[in-house]
């Protein structure tokens, strides 16, 4: 028989902290997926807002099909000194104007975004690269989207490749 001096009357101050120190660390856990989902969710925008200028771009391309080699730029990325003209003058290309609006469209929508259309090198069609974020020279450059292997897989590459037939 237990007599009123030997039962417990309350929690221990160890008991108390044991279950404040297990409640902050499923409170961190769970702030750690909120930050990986916000990135997640944030990269999902920057694909979504890439692939909307690469159809622009090969819808522009197809509707000025007779002078798609004005639009094939492979050394030159496209980059917008200011917001383009929306009209052509008497001495306009097309082409050049397409390439301006793409940029621009590319730069305000992605961070450090670019554009660049060229000839697939692995598969003989044309393909709209787009590139955006932190650029170290090497993975992360637009040149680096694509190559003679195949378009770039790696999980940390912001590139977006479309290829059309033109």
Do not use: H
């Not at 039962?7 to 108390?16: F, L, N």
């Not at 980059?79 to 929306?86: D, I, K, L, Y």
Request: hydrophobic fraction near 50%; aromatic fraction near 4%.
């Amino acid at each position: 028989m237990l007599s009123m001096k030997n039962a417990q009357a309350g929690v221990s101050m160890v008991e108390v902290l044991i279950a404040v120190l297990v409640l902050a660390v499923g409170a961190l856990g769970f702030a750690g997926v909120q930050v990986v989902a916000m990135q997640k969710s944030e990269d999902a925008n920057y694909r979504s807002a890439a692939m909307l200028i690469a159809q622009d771009a090969a819808e522009r391309i197809q509707a000025n099909a007779a002078n798609i080699a004005d639009y094939l730029n492979g050394a030159a990325v496209a980059t917008p000194a200011s917001v383009p003209a929306q009209t052509c003058g008497a001495n306009c290309n097309v082409a050049d104007l397409d390439l301006a609006q793409l940029a621009w469209a590319a730069s305000q929508t992605l961070p450090n975004g670019q554009v660049k259309i060229d000839s697939c090198d692995f598969n003989g069609l044309t393909c709209v690269v787009l590139n955006w974020g932190e650029r170290d020279g090497g993975a992360n450059s637009i040149d680096a989207c694509t190559s003679g292997a195949g378009v770039n897989l790696s999980e940390d590459a912001n590139c977006l490749v479309m290829e059309f037939v033109r």
